[in-house]
């Protein structure tokens, strides 16, 4: 059995991984490993006011599932208080809160999770326009 001084060979090659008793790697094995990642990003959503808005709605009962339906009980009010062209949210959580009678705190945390996902996007408001920085989004990979 002849035996091959490693340090003398190149790396890459496929006489350096025969000799050091490993699979040999080629190109193809990194393809999948080069194409850029994609990013899910919010985009703001338009189209037909309630309609869209019910679509809305069940985009964010597909994303959340059973697990978060508070949330999508959250979005659902969201929704509704949502404006019909514009789709910016013209209701703060304290005062949704107070319009169904709960604590003022018992909406925290549901809009930052509907950010998080994407369901949610801050965009600046116009001169004259009333609610929230936020616009109802669609989830887009980019």
């Known amino acids: ?6 340090r003398k060979l190149d790396p ?3 006489e350096y991984a025969e000799a050091a008793g490993i699979t ?27 309609a869209a808005i019910r ?12 697990q978060n339906m508070a949330t999508c009980h959250y979005a659902a009010l969201l929704g509704y208080y949502a404006h019909l062209k514009t789709f910016r949210v013209e209701v703060s959580d304290r005062a949704l809160a107070q319009n169904t009678g ?6 925290n945390g ?12 801050k965009v600046p408001k116009k001169s004259r ?8 989004a669609e989830r887009v990979a980019i």
């Open 1 to 6: 059995m002849t035996t091959t001084n490693l």
């Open 110 to 121: 549901h809009a930052q999770r509907l950010v998080d996902a994407g369901l949610l996007v």
């Open 129 to 136: 326009e009333k609610g929230s920085p936020y616009v109802l």
């Open 55 to 66: 679509d809305w709605i069940m985009s964010v009962e597909q994303h959340f599932g059973g």
């Open 102 to 107: 709960g604590h003022r705190s018992r909406y």
């Open 24 to 50: 040999p790697v080629g190109p193809e094995l990194f393809e999948e490993l080069l194409e850029p990642p994609s990013f899910i990003v919010g985009k703001p959503i338009t189209g037909n006011g309630m």
């Open 12 to 14: 890459f090659s496929a």
